[in-house]
């Protein structure tokens, strides 16, 4: 569990003016459930250099967050009080089997195949009363729901070269998935077939090491992204999702 007060005021200077804009206070109560659970299996055959493994990887968090927000906006002589709660759930699954063998004395192939499933879920709601109203009422801006899942199938394919000074691995990985996201307009569903492959090097020269390293990634939109209803805890920067998001592909 969770408190966190949060007081903002914003601001603006203008060669001999200095005018007040904002008065901001906000006090947040927030409960966490967050846990890992990994298993791996490991196997040697009797050949030399022929290894098998098996990995296991499940994470849930469960966030429940109740926000109590005053907002005075001196232009406008505007003041709010705000009240939302939202409650985020994610859970994460992941089973990958890798098989080592070797070619040569100096060189491995490892092959890797398995499945990926991240599911989430948003919701928030949330009550204002403006100036001298005397009951709260719901803001249908700052309300909203999402739901997405992304995840399939991945594969690897890996050269590995490590000598004396040498230490080279190379391949590339593949990634049939699939993202999934709706709210309460639209259900939206998108289909990827991503190669990404990686490259790391690195050589001994006399005391000193050099690394090259090159490496591309596919990131997916966190639930909260998705989500289409203001958050506006910081009131000078506000934030809204957006339901049609994509991936995105990295090169690093």
């Avoid at 719901?138 to 590995?160: K, P, T, V």
């Avoid at 080279?168 to 593949?174: C, K, Q, R």
Wanted: aromatic content about 12%.
């Amino acid at each position: 569990k969770r408190k966190q007060d949060l007081a903002l005021t914003d601001w603006t200077v203008m060669e001999s003016v200095d005018s007040l804009l904002l008065n901001q206070n906000t006090q947040t109560d927030q409960s966490v459930i967050n846990t890992m659970n990994e298993a791996l299996y490991m196997h040697k055959f009797n050949n030399r250099g022929h290894a098998l493994s098996v990995n296991a990887k499940f994470s849930y968090t469960h966030t429940d967050e109740d926000m109590d927000l005053e907002l005075n906006n001196v232009q406008s002589q505007k003041n709010v009080l705000q009240k939302t709660i939202s409650k985020n759930d994610q859970k994460s699954y992941t089973v990958t089997a890798s098989y080592v063998v070797p070619i040569s004395k100096h060189i491995r192939i490892k092959a890797d195949a398995g499945w990926n499933y991240v599911d989430g879920h948003i919701k928030q709601a949330t009550e204002t009363k403006v100036n001298d109203e005397q009951t709260f009422s719901i803001d249908s801006m700052l309300c909203g729901r999402a739901n997405s899942h992304y995840g399939g199938f991945l594969s690897n394919l890996s050269y590995m070269y490590n000598r004396k000074r040498w230490n080279v691995v190379g391949g590339t990985e593949f990634h049939s998935y699939e993202l999934w996201t709706e709210n309460d307009r639209e259900r939206i569903i998108y289909n990827y077939n991503t190669l990404l492959p990686f490259l790391f090097i690195k050589y001994l020269h006399g005391n000193v090491k050099w690394n090259l390293q090159y490496k591309t990634s596919q990131k997916f939109p966190t639930v909260y992204q998705l989500l289409e209803a203001i958050n506006n805890s910081n009131a000078i920067m506000s934030v809204k999702g957006n339901n049609r998001l994509e991936a995105s592909y990295h090169h690093n």
